[in-house]
C-alpha cells in the first residue's frame, strides 16, 4: 500500500512544475564573486549549512558559478581568497531549466545526469524591446522527493 501512495505522489509530478516546488531566488543563499574567504565569511558559509552556493557577479541575477562548500575544506582563511579564485579552481558546470518544466521532466535530467541543482528561470517580454531570460529560483533533487514523500503523507 504504501507504494501505491508513492506512485500516487508521484503521479503528481506530471502537473507540478519546477516553479511549485524550488525555492524562490529571494531565499537561495548566494555570494558575489569578490566575497573574500575570511574566517567570518566561511563561517557564515557553513553556518547556512547549504551544499552548493551559486555564486553571482554585480548582480544577483547575473549566476557566473557554482560553489561547493566541500571545496573550501582546504582554504587558509589568511590567504584571503575571494569566491571567485576557488570557483576557478574548482569548477562545476551550471545547469539552467526553464521554470515551467514538469516535475518528472526534472526528475528524469536529475536521474540522468549527474548534477541534483539547477537554476530555474523564465523568459520575460517587456512590451518594449527583446525578451531576456530571468533567475527565479534553485530546485534540487531534494525538492522533487520531498514533493513525492509529501503527497504520499497527505493520502494517508
Ligand atoms: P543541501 O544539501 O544544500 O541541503 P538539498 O539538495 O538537500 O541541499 O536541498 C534542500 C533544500 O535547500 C531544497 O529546498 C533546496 O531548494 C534548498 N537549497 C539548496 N541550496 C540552496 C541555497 N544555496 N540557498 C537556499 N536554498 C537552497
Redesign the pocket.
Known sequence: ADDLKIAMGAMGLSEKKVSNV??KID????LQEDTVLNTKTVAEILHR??????VYEDDRHNVTALLFVKDLALINPDDNFTVRTVCRYHVHQLRFVMEDTPLRIMLEEFKRGDY??AIAQKIVQPEEGDPFYELTG??????IVEEILQAEIVDE
Open positions: 524550488m525555492t531565499d537561495v543563499f548566494m549549512g547549504y551544499t552548493r552556493i551559486p541534483h541543482l534553485v530546485v534540487t533533487l531534494e525538492d
